[in-house]
Structure formats: structure tokens, C-alpha cells
């Protein structure tokens, strides 16, 4: 073996050995690794490039200008507008409903769900759309994400198996008509039968051995921290006892008038929470709205106060006050006084909250109990909290501000957001249909990612917070495996060592080997580039035993997509890792497992559906 082989191994496996006794963060590892091999390739190693090439180090840094990594991007930004707009919950809901809150069916239910999306889009991709809803589900259920993740990556890479649309299938069918003599492409449907019956296999162990096989992870407590809906802050304060529907006269002394100029604030102490106009609900309306005849004020009070807008021209009543606010869209936000803050010892007023940071105070919570009138009289003390109202638009100020504590409440008893999430899943439709007329992904996806950013769906401080960037170093760093992979030649030889180990075993054994090779391989290299090395190597052998180079071929492919290993094998893999806090190991218990599982499928499929023997 050759010097530049042998850094190589020592380059990848101490780090990723440091990495298996958690000594080491996994994207720490795969950075130091890509910097080894740059500093090897200045030292003249040709482990990037040729020898004596130092230029060729930044090869080193590629990956992060692979597709994989724009289309990682683009997918968290479209997955969080379809978070933000509902649609992830409106899914959770029904698979939770389907589920009935059972581990083992949701296991079964999401790895079935990513597969069936793979069949038609990228693996990646079909993994990142289920996260968002995996989470939710979790934080509904109080089943650990450590449970469903795991199940979501090899869903999307068992339905992978089974589709021509996956990039590594369709690599090996061009391998097909390049290889000496020509050999026929495969067709459309040719990785059907096999791969369907891998994926089955593959999704009926991950449903009954998931349960116990699947680590017991406690999530990063900022992802799963148990928080309070915004029906449970309604419920917490007491909001309900508290509500009141005005509806406006046209004799009203307060119509054509302002909220300001009504004073109703003023002289009764009420907060008006929203008005309601025709079919326009405007919450938290500002001080320069009109009250116009006919509107309906929601008024949060004490009755006695609320009754003496009868004296002003209005209808009180509580005809539906008793369902919660925030069902129809409202925004409800918790802050707290920091400690030192500037603001203790000051009522609201004073504060001028309302004109500062845009949010309409309805309840205080002290020592105990709930204050919903006269809140902007209370001198504010260590240890209040504010229930309040307004568009999370204007969160930033009052995030920035050193005085208050923003606890923003779980999202998931909003309603969908209709046009938002009918937009998301269009620009998610429109890509995949792109991608199947020959758009690569990366483009589609980065063009459907800009779309929703220019519509304003998003802003670009929730873009950034939305990017897993652990995710992103980790890929672009272990690209430069890939490459030194095939530069020294280590892929080459191992190939050639397992040709001549299963060649004697006929063709059966030929393409069970070429499963082995390219799964093994794909633990490190990655599915598109093993596909590169092995396929050509393993058709070569298959035409030279006169074996079906077509079945070898489907083979060859399918073990692209058992990346079951290492959570370095795919990118889909790397994605669940800091939702989950997976560890290195976690994926190798139970994957070694499904691998063999996978494996029995695929002999079955090849001698019935291929007549391989």
C-alpha cells in the first residue's frame, strides 16, 4: 500500500474513532479532516490532485459547492416555510391521528411516508420535508426524537432503492452504454421490483425492532424544551373568564372615531385584543385604528368595567368568547422583566409599551394570579409576566431589548396559514417536477428557496436561524474523503480485491458482492461517487462472466442507497443528527441489522425477479 493510501486511512480513522468515544464533536471531525488532507496534498502527497500540486489543497473545501450542500440549504429554508405557514403540523396531525400516539406505528408511518416521497424526489430532500413534521409529532407525543428521526433517513433511502429518479440508479444505467461492449440502459421500472421488495423488508424491521433498537436520546432542550401553546397561556391566565365581544352601533358615541380617541383604554382599563370588520379580523389594532358602525370589538376586562360600553353605544356579549383566541390565528407572545431591567418599578403607560414594541398587554401574572384590567397601571416587579398580543413581525425589537424575556409559546394549536402553506407546497411540487424533466435538484430547489424569499414569506434572520449548519460543515467536509478516495486509488483496490474474492461464486455472488462493495464504500464516500468507482468495475465483471450485467448493474445501484452505517454515509443521515443528539454509534446498532436485512431482500429479489442462481 501506498504511503499516500495509508495517510488516507489514519487521516479518516482517528478522527472518527475520537468521534465514536464522543471525544470529539462529528463536524469538528469532518473539517479536521479536510484540512489533514489538504495539508497532505501541500506536502506533496497526490491526495487531492496530482502530486507536487499544492494548489489542488483547496479541493479540500469543495464540498461546500456541492450539490448536495445547495440543495441541503434550500431545502431548510422551503422546510421552514411550510413550518411557519402550518402545513408541517396540519401533517403531524394526521400521521399522529393514523398512529394513534403508538411508537411503533409512527416509526412504521414516517419511514413509509419518506419512502413513498423518495419514489418521485431526491432522498435528501424527502428526509428534510418529513423532519419538521417527525418534531412536531414529538413534541405532541412525548416520544423522543431519537425514536422517529433514524426511521425518516432510512425511509427515504430504502424508497430510494426502489426508484430509477435516484442519482446514484441513474448514474449506473449511463455506466450501462459506456461499458465495452454497449449494454442496454435500464429501463424506468427496472429498480422497482427489487427495490420494492428491499423497502418493504426495510420499513417492516424499523417497525417491529425499532422500538428497541433505536436509541433513547434526550433532545437538545432547545428543540423539545416543554413549552406552553398559546391556547395553554389563554387557559394559564385565565384570558377566557376575561373576554368580551363588543359589537358597535351605528349610534355608537365611539364610531368613525379612533382607538385613541375613544379612550376606552384609558378611562375603563380594557384592552382591546382585535376588532373584527365584515370578514377582516385586524388583532392588536393600533392606536390610528377607526372604529367604524357594525365593528365587533374583542375587549379583554372585568364585566363591570365591560358593561359601560353599553353607555357608548355598544352590544356586549359572549357569544364566542369561549373558544380560544388563538384557534383563528392569533399571535400571543409571554415576556418577563429581565432582572436589572430598566423597567421595573414602571407601569406600562409610563413604558409607553404599546408605542415602543407594538404589542398589546392583555393579562399580568403575579404572585399567582391573573390581572386582566388595569394592567398598564401595575408598577412592573422581578418576577411578573406579560401575556400580550400583536405580529411576531415586531418580535425583533422586543427581542433586542434588554429590559424584557421573550418566551415565544408552541405553534401548535395555530390554524394553517391557507395561501402560505398552498404556496410552500406549490414551490415543493414545482421542483420535483423540475427535477424529473432534468432541472438538477440543487437548482430547483435553490430557485423555489429565493421564490419564497422574495415573496417575503420568510425573512432573512428566520433563514439563517433556520439553517442547520452543524449539517452543512459536516457534508462539505467529508466530500474530500470522496476525493482522496479515488485520487490515491484505495477505492480502485478494494474493488479489485472484492472482484476476485466473489468471482468464483457465480452470478449470484457477483452482484451480492457488488451490493457489499458499494454499500461499504458509500459508509464513506458517498452514493454518487461509490457509484463512479464500483460500477464500472463490477458491469466490467459481469460482462466478462457473461453474467446479466443489467442485474449486476441494479445491484451495484441499490447498494448506494444502504447507507445504514455511519451517519457519515449520507447527507440525509447528517440531518438528523442535532434534532435527535444522535451519537456516532447509533446509527451503526441498528443499520448493521437493517444492511443485513436489506441484504436477504435483495438475493430474493435478484433470483426472482432476475433468475440470478
Known amino acids: 500500500m501506498i504511503f499516500a ?6 487521516v479518516v480513522a482517528i478522527p472518527l474513532i475520537a468521534v465514536s468515544c464522543n471525544r470529539l464533536r462529528i463536524d469538528l471531525a469532518a473539517l479536521l479532516i479536510a484540512v489533514s488532507l489538504g495539508l497532505g496534498q501541500v506536502l506533496g502527497l497526490g491526495l487531492l490532485g496530482p502530486e507536487h500540486t499544492p494548489q489542488d489543497a483547496i479541493k479540500a473545501f469543495s464540498g461546500l459547492s456541492e450539490p448536495a450542500v445547495l440543495t441541503l440549504l434550500s431545502l431548510f429554508i422551503i422546510t421552514q416555510s411550510l413550518h411557519k405557514s402550518g402545513a408541517t403540523r396540519w401533517l403531524a396531525s394526521r400521521l399522529i391521528e393514523l398512529g394513534a400516539h403508538s411508537e411503533r406505528r409512527l416509526i412504521m408511518l414516517y419511514a413509509a411516508s419518506t419512502a413513498l416521497l423518495s419514489l418521485f424526489m431526491n432522498n435528501l430532500a424527502a428526509g428534510a420535508l418529513l423532519l419538521p413534521s417527525a418534531m412536531e409529532t414529538c413534541r405532541r407525543t412525548g416520544i423522543k426524537p431519537s425514536k422517529l428521526l433514524i426511521p425518516v433517513a432510512y425511509g427515504s433511502l430504502l424508497g430510494g432503492s426502489a426508484t430509477y429518479f435516484t442519482t446514484a440508479n441513474i448514474i449506473v444505467s449511463n455506466l450501462l452504454a459506456s461499458a465495452h461492449p454497449p449494454q442496454a440502459m435500464l429501463h424506468i421500472l427496472d429498480f422497482t421490483p427489487t427495490g420494492s421488495l428491499i423497502a418493504l423488508a426495510g420499513i417492516a ?6 422500538p428497541r433498537l433505536l436509541p433513547e436520546r434526550l433532545p437538545p432542550s432547545e428543540l423539545m424544551m416543554a413549552r406552553y401553546t398559546a391556547s395553554d397561556l389563554e387557559n394559564y391566565y385565565q384570558l377566557g373568564e376575561r373576554l368580551w365581544e363588543a359589537v358597535v352601533l351605528p349610534n355608537s358615541s365611539v364610531a368613525n372615531k379612533s382607538l385613541a380617541e375613544s379612550r376606552i383604554g384609558e378611562q375603563l382599563g380594557l384592552a382591546v385584543a382585535g376588532i373584527w370588520h365584515g370578514r377582516q379580523a385586524i388583532f392588536s389594532p393600533l392606536p390610528e385604528q377607526v372604529i ?51 423597567a421595573l418599578g414602571h407601569n406600562l403607560r409610563e413604558l409607553e409599551f404599546r408605542t415602543q414594541y407594538g404589542f398589546t398587554v392583555l393579562a399580568l401574572y403575579r404572585s399567582g394570579r391573573s390581572y386582566r384590567t388595569d394592567v398598564g397601571d401595575f408598577k412592573l416587579m422581578l418576577g411578573d409576566s406579560l401575556l400580550m398580543i400583536g405580529s411576531r413581525e415586531k418580535l425583533k425589537r422586543l427581542r433586542n431589548s434588554p429590559d424584557f424575556i421573550v418566551l415565544e409559546p408552541d405553534p401548535g394549536d395555530q390554524p394553517v396559514q391557507r395561501l402560505p402553506a398552498v404556496m410552500s407546497v406549490g414551490v415543493i411540487a414545482a421542483g420535483i417536477v423540475a427535477s424529473i424533466l432534468g432541472l ?16 417575503g414569506m420568510l425573512s432573512m434572520e428566520e433563514t439563517y436561524r433556520a439553517i442547520d449548519w452543524q449539517a452543512i460543515f459536516l457534508i462539505a467536509g467529508m466530500y474530500s474523503v470522496s476525493l482522496a478516495m479515488v485520487h490515491t486509488g484505495l477505492a480502485q483496490r478494494i474493488g479489485e480485491v472484492v472482484v476476485t474474492i466473489v468471482t468464483p461464486l457465480g452470478p449470484l455472488g457477483l452482484a451480492a458482492g457488488a451490493y457489499l462493495l458499494t454499500g461499504l464504500l458509500t459508509q464513506v464516500m458517498g452514493g454518487q461517487v461509490t457509484a463512479l468507482v464500483t460500477g464500472p468495475i463490477m458491469i466490467s465483471a459481469a460482462i466478462s462472466l457473461h453474467t446479466n450485467p443489467q442485474a449486476v448493474a441494479v445491484a451495484t445501484a441499490i447498494g448506494c442507497s444502504a447507507s445504514f452505517l455511519t451517519p457519515l454515509a449520507h447527507p440525509v443521515n447528517v440531518l438528523m443528527i442535532a434534532p435527535a443528539n444522535y451519537e456516532f454509534g447509533d446509527f451503526f446498532h441498528i443499520g448493521w441489522r437493517l444492511t443485513i436485512v436489506c441484504f436477504i431482500a435483495l438475493l430474493i429479489g435478484l433470483i426472482v425477479f432476475w433468475r440470478l442462481a
Open 292 to 342: 367604524q358602525p357594525g365593528d365587533i370589538l374583542l375587549v379583554v376586562g372585568r364585566e363591570e368595567r365591560v358593561q359601560q360600553l353599553t353607555r357608548m353605544g355598544m352590544k356586549i356579549g359572549r357569544e364566542n368568547t369561549n373558544e380560544h383566541i388563538s384557534a383563528r390565528g392569533v399571535s400571543l407572545i409571554e415576556a418577563l422583566p429581565a432582572p436589572h431591567s430598566s
Open 5 to 10: 493510501q495509508l495517510f488516507l486511512i489514519l
Open 205 to 210: 424491521f424499523l417497525g417491529l425492532f425499532g
Open 440 to 455: 438538477p435538484v440543487h437548482f430547483s430547489m435553490l430557485a423555489g428557496a429565493l421564490l419564497l424569499l422574495l415573496s
